[in-house]
């Protein structure tokens, strides 16, 4: 078993759409979640930033960490065609030293469609 | 610089020849990594270099893959007798690795490596 798992996708919805993208991983060390963003030929960014259990909410996005199933989402509300990316989630116990650690899943590739 | 710079931007080179890969990190990020990312693999870790202790060269696929980093900033990933299977995006990575959110990675655009 992979340390995390991610559905490649695609993943193809219309406009206006809710979205949910989804993580599940192995390791109950892992404190720290992530999502980045990666438009075609460009770097990944951070998208949203978590620590521990629960949710956070950024605009149109939320983030969800449920520890205790080992899983971890994002939704985008109200979708956009300029959503659309590949999104991968990553994870780590660690948020300063060894912090190379950091895990990431394939990525999900998301097309919104006007 | 305000990003994490790399270059080229798109390397095309034939099986066998070498390639240099350029990094130019965040200003004031202590860590630096490579990772390759090929399609449909994700995001696969490389090297990584912190200051000036050891760089930790696990990820590294084989003895023809390489990087240096000099006085700390600018990293150079060298890739010898290239094979067509070292075809991906390059990628590299900074970040401060202590204090709050000292694990969030900043990315550069990536060199995308293609071997004929």
């Known amino acids: 078993q992979k340390e995390v798992e991610q559905d490649p996708g695609p993943l193809s919805v219309p406009e206006g759409a809710i979205v949910s993208l989804n993580c599940t991983y192995s390791n109950s060390a892992f404190q720290y979640f992530m999502w980045y963003r990666q438009y075609s030929r460009k770097g990944p960014e951070l998208l949203m930033y978590t620590y521990s259990s629960g949710n956070k909410e950024d605009g149109r996005f939320t983030a969800q960490v449920d520890k205790s199933s080992k899983y971890i989402s994002l939704f985008i509300r109200d979708s956009q065609p300029s959503d659309s990316a590949t999104y991968l989630c990553a994870m780590s116990s660690h948020s300063g030293a060894g912090s190379y650690q950091l895990t990431f899943g394939k990525g999900t590739k998301l097309s919104v469609i006007p | 610089g305000a990003g994490v710079s790399q270059s080229p931007s798109n390397k095309v080179t034939e099986k066998g020849k070498d390639v240099e890969l350029r990094c130019d990190p965040i200003?004031?990020?202590?860590?630096l990594y490579w990772y390759r990312q090929s399609l449909g693999q994700g995001l696969e870790f490389l090297i990584y270099f912190q200051g000036n202790s050891a760089p930790d060269k696990s990820g590294l696929p084989s003895d023809r893959f390489s990087a240096e980093r000099t006085g700390g900033s600018v990293s150079t990933l060298t890739i010898q007798r290239t094979q067509q299977e070292d075809s991906a995006v390059y990628l590299c990575?900074?970040?401060?690795?202590?204090?709050?959110?000292?694990?969030?990675?900043?990315f550069g655009a990536g060199s995308r490596l293609t071997v004929l």
């Open positions: 990575a900074s970040n401060k690795d202590r204090g709050a959110r000292g694990n969030v990675l900043t």
């Open positions: 200003s004031g990020h202590t860590a």
